[in-house]
């Protein structure tokens, strides 16, 4: 496949072209950014790389969709029932196919908290057995957090379980199009999920990879098995194309610099700081300076260097 301008221009921007100081992008709309066509017949809206806000809608990852000839598949569900709304309208505006399957990449509020207004559309919804198990026991609590921020955006917003469940490997034939709906390993989140596209050779990625804003690691993140997950069976799809869950559509080897790069140099770090005797109060200073253009850096590097010494303790 011959690349297009847009993921040309994509491909050429730097991990500083992010901010989270951007103002939204597409104001008439309840999305952050217009979608764009990364590829041929797929499509991406690209969230802010900021944490979520009422000024952003919480469109902070990336709403992506597939046309296949034969109907619509959207990866994630969006932050609100509203989001999910806008961004049909803009599926509409591309392609009279209906939307046929929404697959949620995991358990997170901008993931799957939209699949109250899919389902009311009567769109089957998939997602990874560990995300709905995520969103079973916590979906409450997210849907809360979500209208702390949102207020009159979270109207309408339900939690709603998905319908479909995989434990590997699911596939979808639709139109042109056969779809690999993943589960690689453990990776950032329960239930990560990656979209592979094998004749077009690009990945819907989601939360294993990060290139311009700083990966989050959270109490329950295994980043060592976060690192052998992406270099062996996820380096392995062998991608030239690579839609992550955050920032723009790029390629492998940024992916890579910005998340098992990133992971490893920390653990590297906080392992020197445990060979030398050093606790948990120091741990959170380890140098992380390296990083520190990425964008959510200072809400996140002390708080990424407490949970791998944490993590990295009793290994």
Known sequence: MRITATIAA????????????????????????????????????????????????????????????????VINGGASARLAEALHAEIRAVTDEPVKLVINENGQGHAMLGNSYWAAQGVDILAHEDAIAEIEQNGDFILQAMQGYNRDRAEGTEVVVPNLSFSDKHIVEMGDVTIEVL????????????????????VIAGDIAFHERMPPIFPGTDTDAWVETFEGPFADLG??????????????????????????????????????????????????SRWSHLDTFEELATKNAGRVFEEMEWE
Do not use: C
């Open 239 to 288: 991608a030239t194309y690579v839609i992550p869950g955050h920032g723009h559509p790029t390629n492998m080897a940024q992916v890579r610099r910005y998340t098992s790069d990133y992971v490893k140099d920390l653990r590297a770090k906080i392992a020197e700081h445990i060979d030398a005797g050093g606790d948990l109060a120091e741990a959170y200073y380890v140098d992380q």
């Open 10 to 73: 994509i491909l050429a921007a730097t991990a500083g072209a992010a901010s989270e100081d951007i103002a939204d992008k597409y104001p008439q709309s309840e999305l952050y950014n217009k979608p764009v066509e990364v590829i041929p017949h797929v499509f991406s809206a690209i969230g802010a790389t900021a944490p979520p806000t009422y000024e952003n809608a919480g469109h902070n990852n990336n709403l992506s969709f597939i046309v296949t000839g034969d109907g619509v598949v």
């Open 183 to 202: 589960h690689l390993g453990p990776a950032h989140d329960p239930g990560d999920t990656q979209v592979w596209i094998p004749q077009w050779s690009i």
